[in-house]
């Protein structure tokens, strides 16, 4: 009954090896120490309110906001704070973290944690954003920005529809794909809960096609559900790109240097939208979420309910590993993610897989020289022409890949993955952004 | 120790070398045409231009840049062939050997080697020797279907060049379309068969090598302007389909105007470049004293290619038209 939509500007259609997509969302347990950076998301870190020996439960509040823009951070296990020092984080940054021993299992009061849905909104608006910000909600797609800042529409802008991002066009990532399946009803109610705040009463979920079965399960509860709906997309990677998905579902495209609300979207991530339901309903403030655990050389490929801080070699024991061959672990996926340096690297809101690498794929290709087959430039989602701002770079010409328009790059990396030369065009983008950043 | 790199972790499957080997899989067919039509001719054209092209870029590569070997991109093999594919099966091989050092030596390595050149290599290399040997370029053996050893004596016009050289009024003794189809005809080795060529091009689009669009431009070009004239003029000369299926235009849309290095980035820019093949490729055909167009079409279009490049972007999302 729904035309599929996609984006009309370039798009790459990479193997999609979701490997993990059939395996039911397991508990990956407790480790015995958690790490828990105070910046998990976009804005400034967090402040911390514990101090070394503190006795903490799940879901105890342990860092607060500083300002607008930034998030709270509980507790994701019961125990004591054993250690508050800078570690390497997933980013590769030195981060604040704060170490917690795990001690038992026990919960904040409140909380409900029985399995019944609950789908009366009782709150109004500000109460619902009051408690997402309490909650410390961040986008969990990957980019991290502070969900209540999302949710609450400025005074000279108008909200009309919300956009509920069930793409995940990455490769291996299946976590938003279970999540769906598993947590659907809930899903639909929390973007029923994000229309409310909004007042609008109009949220589509974007749901990519290869996903057949979570389009299935949703379709059928929006059904009951008024203001919530499905739209089937063709799988095409970046689908899940903001800007893209806006632009596939509404025709309308988010003005160079503008916000999506500014064209009246809202895009929120499936994660997020269930880790909005689950504050609301439940009382449960952010502190576990789905991870993936994937790679061809993983045992068994697993879609792990993770507690925030957990470190990933714990994961990857937990999943097996057929050889011993690590060769690059990933957080993310690996068309967007990043390699940690370090395997005891935290699991923070924004870590959607972590995906390992044998060694023999973890190195990068060697770069051989630009044919000009223009795959870059029929690649890019943006319409920029990759090979030119490479170059431009390479010069050192700033104002040619300021002419190119190279601040507009969104980094999804699909000019790298289909360059034949390999040249890492990906990152002449990020150099020439980093740059015009510098010289502001 | 983890290894780490910058994002993306993977790549496509496609990589340069696939993409030259896929090309010279598309030559295949034209290159088992002109092996049955001209025979040990062909051969020995063939195989003295590969291995010409190949012996100059490994040589300059590791004797006077002294860089690492590049003939591994297997894109020297594809410059040998398309320069044998613009010979005739008679050329001697002294003057083969100037062609492929004209086109890898000068068109090529000069510019700083795959990617960076101006001109198409082997069209560069052609026109040189057709400005050099007009006697030699031009005198085409008759095409003998399994006659392998046909001493190469009998000579015979190409459609293009009795058209040229057809007074007002006369009839001219032209193959019909299905000969040119096949390429029972005068030629180059790899410009007789329309067939042939085809299957190479729609191997190239099934493989994604390239898209539709030069090749269409150009051809459609052609065929619309020099109807056209057709139609009002009522002129054999120019009659739209015998344009389309003689002389170099199909190779030359199908393989050479679709070279990445010298073709736009975009599709608009790759169309404008088609479109401006088109037109010269007729105004050459139809009123220079040269029979045949494609090759100056092509390497002046090619000029025009960094120019095109500036001024065709893309439109760029939340940009509006450029």
């Known amino acids: 009954m729904n035309n599929k939509k996609t984006f009309s500007i370039g798009g790459i259609h990479p193997d999609k090896h979701k490997i993990s997509s059939h395996i039911a969302i397991s508990d990956a347990g407790l480790p015995a120490e958690v790490f828990i950076p105070v910046k998990q998301h976009i804005g400034s870190p967090a402040k911390i309110l514990v101090q070394k020996g503190d006795k903490v439960k799940v879901g105890t509040l342990i860092a607060d906001a500083d300002g607008i823009i930034s998030a709270d951070v509980h507790s994701s296990v019961s125990g004591e704070v054993t250690k508050i020092e800078d570690i390497q984080s997933e980013t590769g940054y030195l981060e604040q973290v704060i170490t917690i021993r795990v001690e038992g299992d026990e919960f904040e009061p409140g909380i409900d944690r029985s399995p019944d849905i609950v789908s009366e909104i009782s709150q109004n608006a500000e109460e619902i954003i009051e408690i997402i910000r309490g909650a410390g909600i961040v986008g969990m797609g990957g980019a991290g920005f502070p969900t209540p800042v999302k949710t609450t529409v400025p005074e000279d802008k108008k909200a009309e529809i919300l956009i509920i991002n069930g793409i995940e066009c990455e490769p291996y990532l299946t976590a938003d794909d279970r999540l769906m399946v598993e947590k659907a009803e809930q899903i639909v109610i929390g973007a029923k809960i994000i229309n409310k705040a909004l007042g609008i009463q109009n949220a589509v979920i974007a749901i990519d096609e290869n996903k057949p079965q979570a389009v299935e399960i949703i379709r059928q509860i929006t059904k009951r559900y008024v203001g919530v709906n499905v739209q089937v997309c063709k799988t095409k990677y970046p689908q899940g790109g903001e800007r893209q998905l806006i632009q596939a579902l509404t025709g309308k495209e988010v003005p160079a240097g503008k916000h999506p609300i500014d064209i009246g979207c809202i895009v929120q991530n499936v994660g997020t939208v269930f880790a909005v339901y689950e504050a609301v309903m439940k009382h449960k403030p952010l502190f576990e979420r789905i991870v993936t655990v994937s790679g061809d050389d993983i045992l068994n490929p697993s879609n792990f309910r993770v507690r925030i801080g957990t470190p990933a070699s714990f994961l990857i024991n937990k999943a097996g590993l057929k050889e011993n061959s690590v060769g690059k672990v990933i957080f993310g996926g690996p068309m967007m993610g990043r390699a940690i340096v370090n395997m005891d690297a935290p699991v923070t809101k924004t870590t959607s897989g972590i995906l390992v690498l044998p060694e023999s794929e973890a190195y990068k290709p060697d770069e051989t020289s630009c044919i000009r087959c223009g795959k870059c430039v029929a690649a890019c989602p943006v319409g920029l022409q990759p090979y030119a701002i490479a170059r431009s770079i390479r010069e050192n010409d700033l104002n040619e890949a300021k002419r190119l328009s190279a601040r507009e790059c969104i980094e999804c990396g699909s000019c790298a993955y289909t360059c034949p030369a390999r040249i890492p065009l990906l990152d002449f983008c990020k150099l020439a952004k980093y740059e015009f950043k510098k010289r502001k | ?322």
């Open chain 2, 1 to 322: 120790m983890l290894k780490i790199s910058t994002a993306p972790h993977i790549n496509s499957p496609v990589t340069t070398q696939s993409i030259m080997r896929d090309v010279i899989i598309a030559l295949c067919p034209a290159i088992l045409v002109a092996l049955l039509f001209f025979g040990v001719g062909a051969l020995k054209v063939i195989v003295t231009s590969v291995a010409a092209c190949v012996l100059f870029e490994y040589l300059i590569c590791r004797y006077l840049l002294k860089t690492n070997n590049t003939t591994t991109d297997y894109s020297a093999i594809i410059t040998g062939i398309l320069l044998a594919f613009n010979l005739p099966s008679n050329m001697p091989v002294w003057m083969i050997l100037i062609g492929a050092f004209v086109a890898i030596g000068i068109t090529k390595m000069a510019f700083g080697g795959l990617g960076k050149n101006i001109f198409n290599p082997a069209l560069a290399g052609r026109v040189f020797l057709f400005i050099s040997f007009p006697v030699q370029m031009t005198s085409w053996p008759k095409p003998q279907f399994l006659n392998f050893f046909n001493g190469d004596v009998e000579t015979a016009a190409t459609t293009l060049g009795i058209l040229k050289h057809l007074g007002k009024g006369e009839t001219p003794q032209l193959p019909d379309y299905w000969q040119m189809f096949v390429g029972n005809i005068g030629g180059c080795l790899g410009e007789v068969s329309a067939v042939a060529l085809l299957l190479g091009l729609f191997y190239m689009l099934y493989r994604r090598i390239i898209t539709w669009h030069i090749p269409f431009y150009y051809i459609s070009t052609v065929f619309i302007i020099t109807g056209i004239f057709w139609l009002i003029t009522n002129d054999i000369r120019i009659e739209p389909v015998t344009q389309l299926l003689s002389g170099g235009l199909l190779l030359g849309a199908f393989f050479m105007a679709t070279d990445y290095t010298t073709s736009p980035m975009t599709k608009k820019g790759q169309i404008i470049f088609a479109v401006g093949c088109g037109i010269l490729t007729v105004i050459i055909r139809k009123y220079s004293a040269y029979p045949e167009g494609v090759s100056f079409a092509i390497l002046i279009m090619n000029a025009f290619v960094p120019l095109i490049d500036r001024y065709t972007s893309q439109k760029i999302y939340g940009k509006g038209d450029k």
